[in-house]
Nanobody
Framework: QVQLVESGGGLVQPGRSLRLSCAAS????????IGWYRQAPGKERELVARIDSAGRRDYDDSVKGRFTISRDNAKSTSYLQMNNLKPEDTAVYYCNLKLSSANKWGQGIQVTVSS
């Protein structure tokens, strides 16, 4: 059974950091492309960052310079390092693993940035 387990979310004050993790099992992790998405209340889901199977990265303009996406294929885990968090980063964050023939989602984890 394919499973994605996200962790690392929570409540933090503006300017602090969090690192989200997405640990996968039941798949050949290294061949998947990875995206981190978020959905804020009343908003549509948006792509925050992505890293493909070759390690190429891309970011939404709203997080460039603050967030870093990475992957550790030996651990079948992707990370989203979030620095200098802002209230507008508050959302449920989702890990997505994708191939042309498969599309897997994590359960979503809450990140709340508030004073």
């Amino acid at each position: 059974q394919v499973q994605l387990v996200e962790s690392g979310g929570g409540l933090v004050q503006p300017g602090r950091s969090l690192r989200l993790s997405c640990a996968a099992s039941g798949i050949i992790f290294s061949i998947f492309h990875i995206g981190w998405y978020r959905q804020a209340p009343g908003k549509e889901r948006e792509l925050v960052a992505r890293i493909d199977s070759a390690g190429r990265r891309d970011y939404d303009d709203s997080v460039k310079g603050r967030f870093t996406i990475s992957r550790d294929n030996a651990k079948s885990t992707s990370y989203l390092q979030m620095n200098n968090l802002k209230p507008e980063d508050t959302a449920v964050y989702y890990c997505n693993l994708k191939l042309s023939s498969a599309n897997k989602w994590g359960q979503g984890i809450q990140v709340t940035v508030s004073s």
